[in-house]
């Protein structure tokens, strides 16, 4: 069975730093591109960060230069790092693994962050 388990939301002061982390089980990890989206109120989820499976990362513009996306696959855990937060980052994060060949997508359940001014 497949799990992808977020932590490290939570609730800060704009200008603060959150770090979230997602563990992954059940999936050969180094095979995933692993994803960060995140979803507002009313608003569609987007993709806030990336980390293909051979390397680089991919960075939503209006948090480059303030989140870096990390992963350890000796620990099956991806990371998330969150400085200079803005109330406008506010929203449920969630942990994505996808693969193409074969064709496979996960989710987590999604962690709440909460920036307020």
């Known amino acids: 069975q497949v799990q992808l388990v977020e932590s490290g939301g939570g609730s800060v002061q704009a200008g603060g730093s959150l770090r979230l982390s997602c563990t992954a089980s059940g999936i050969l990890f180094s095979a995933y591109a692993m994803k960060w989206y995140r979803q507002a109120p009313g608003k569609q989820r987007e993709l806030v960060a990336s980390f293909p499976s051979g390397g680089g990362t991919i960075y939503a513009d209006p948090v480059k230069g303030r989140f870096t996306i990390s992963r350890d696959n000796a620990k099956n855990t991806v990371y998330l790092q969150m400085n200079s937060l803005k109330p406008e980052d506010t929203a449920v994060y969630y942990c994505?693994?996808?693969?193409?060949?074969?064709?496979?997508?996960?989710w987590g359940q999604g962690t709440q962050v909460t920036v307020s001014s």
């Open positions: 994505n693994a996808a693969r193409l060949l074969p064709a496979r997508n996960y």
